[in-house]
Nanobody
Framework: QVQLVESGGGLVRAGGSLRLSCTAS????????MGWYRQAPGKQRELVAA???????KYADYVKGRFTISRDSAQNTVYLQMNILKPEDTAVYYC?????????WGQGTQVTVSS
């Protein structure tokens, strides 16, 4: 089993920045990749960014140039630095980890961007 704990969400004004963190804990052999998704009210969950060993980092088009994903493999932690935030970035952000045969999800952290 793997537990993912997110932190760093909150309320920020448009143009501001936030940094999300997600740490994996539990018993597992390896994590193939980690990433962030988000879900706004009334919308489907969508990929924001993903990072994996020996694979290109992925970003959704709408965050390219504004968000940066990074990973500290030794600490089993993934970060999402979010800059130049916009009201349309308001959503619950979910951390995810891909392990052999299964994908795990965190409980989510709310990000609210006011105009």
């Amino acid at each position: 089993q793997v537990q993912l704990v997110e932190s760093g969400g909150g309320l920020v004004r448009a143009g501001g920045s936030l940094r999300l963190s997600c740490t994996a804990s539990g018993t597992y052999s390896s994590i193939n990749g980690m990433g962030w998704y988000r879900q706004a009210p009334g919308k489907q969950r969508e990929l924001v960014a993903a990072i994996a060993t020996n694979a290109p980092t992925k970003y959704a088009d709408y965050v390219k140039g504004r968000f940066t994903i990074s990973r500290d493999s030794a600490q089993n932690t993934v970060y999402l630095q979010m800059n130049i935030l916009k009201p349309e970035d308001t959503a619950v952000y979910y951390c995810t980890a891909a392990l052999p045969g299964r994908q795990y999800w965190g409980q989510g952290t709310q990000v609210t961007v006011s105009s």
